[in-house]
C-alpha cells in the first residue's frame, strides 16, 4: 500500500513562538487521525530545531521548503542539505512552483540539490504544476512531464522510493480555487503512467503523489477519495492544527 502523506508548508509566515504553537498543537490532536497517514510539517529554517524538539518522538516528521543547490562553504545565505538533516528534517521540499517562479529555479539546480538531498539521507517531496495559461491552452500534460523527466528520470528506482510527488496547479495555490477532484484525479493518474513508462509498474504504483493548491478541510474528502491521490500538500490551512488535523481526518 502507498504510504499516505498530509503536509504542512508552512511557507514564509509565523514566528518561532506562533511555530512552535502550532506544532504543539498538532502533535497534541494527533491522534484523531488514521495511522496510516503520515503528517509531515515544512517550517521556515529559523523553526526547524525548535519545531523538532517539539515533534521528537512523535510520528509527525519535519521537513525543510528549500536546500542549497551547493553541498557547503561560500554561499551565503543558503542552507544546505547536511545542515537540514543536523537540525532534524526526515524531508525537503524541492521545487515549488513558487521557488520556481520568483527564484529561478531551474530543472538544472533541481536535479543538483535532490542529488544533495539523498547523499544526506532527506527525502524530498518533488512540486510539479501547470500554470493558468498553460493549461488554458491544453499544455497541462506535457508541462508536467517536462518537469518530471528533467528531473526525475536520472534517478535510480531505489532514490525513487525516496521521492514524494506533489501536484499543485499554480492557479489552485493560495487562489481558494481547487482543481476539480475530476481534474486532480486525471493529472496524478497521468503522472502515475509517466513515472509506469519509465520506472516501470512497481515504482508507479508504490509513488506517493499528493495534491496541492486551496485544500481545506471542506475539500479534502473529495479529494483523497480519488484513487491516484495520496494525500495533500496543504499551504494556508496548515497555518491553524484544527484546519490541518480535519484535513488529515479526511482518510
Ligand atoms: P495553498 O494550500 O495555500 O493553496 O498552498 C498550496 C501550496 O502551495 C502548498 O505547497
Request: charge should be negative; proline fraction near 3%.
Amino acid at each position: 500500500m502507498r504510504k499516505k502523506i498530509v503536509a504542512g508548508n508552512w511557507k514564509m509566515n509565523t514566528t518561532v513562538a506562533e511555530g512552535v504553537a502550532l506544532a504543539k498543537a498538532i502533535v497534541k490532536q494527533k491522534k484523531e487521525v488514521s495511522k496510516d497517514v503520515q503528517l509531515v510539517v515544512a517550517p521556515p529554517f529559523t523553526h526547524l530545531v525548535p519545531v523538532a524538539q517539539v515533534i521528537e518522538g512523535s510520528s509527525v516528521a519535519l521537513s525543510a521548503q528549500n536546500c542549497a543547490d551547493q553541498p557547503k562553504g561560500a554561499f551565503t545565505g543558503e542552507v544546505s542539505a547536511a545542515m537540514l538533516k543536523d537540525a532534524g528534517c526526515a524531508y525537503t521540499i524541492l521545487g515549488h512552483s513558487e521557488r520556481r517562479e520568483y527564484y529561478g529555479e531551474t530543472s538544472e539546480k533541481l536535479v543538483k540539490k535532490m542529488a544533495l538531498a539523498f547523499e544526506n539521507g532527506l527525502k524530498v517531496i518533488f512540486c510539479v504544476g501547470e500554470k493558468l495559461e498553460e493549461r488554458n491552452a491544453g499544455h497541462h500534460f506535457d508541462v508536467v512531464s517536462t518537469q518530471i523527466s528533467e528531473v526525475l528520470f536520472g534517478l535510480t528506482p531505489e532514490q525513487m522510493a525516496d521521492v514524494v510527488i506533489a501536484y499543485e496547479p499554480v492557479w489552485a495555490i493560495g487562489t481558494g480555487v481547487t482543481a476539480t477532484s475530476e481534474q486532480a484525479q486525471e493529472i496524478h493518474s497521468f503522472i502515475r503512467q509517466t513515472l509506469a513508462a519509465h520506472f516501470g509498474g512497481k515504482v508507479a504504483e508504490e509513488t506517493t503523489i499528493l495534491y496541492g493548491g486551496s485544500c481545506k478541510p471542506s475539500n479534502a474528502k473529495e479529494l483523497f477519495a480519488c484513487p491516484d491521490i495520496d494525500g495533500g500538500l496543504i499551504g494556508g490551512a496548515s497555518l491553524k492544527a484544527d484546519d490541518f488535523i480535519a484535513i488529515a481526518k479526511a482518510y
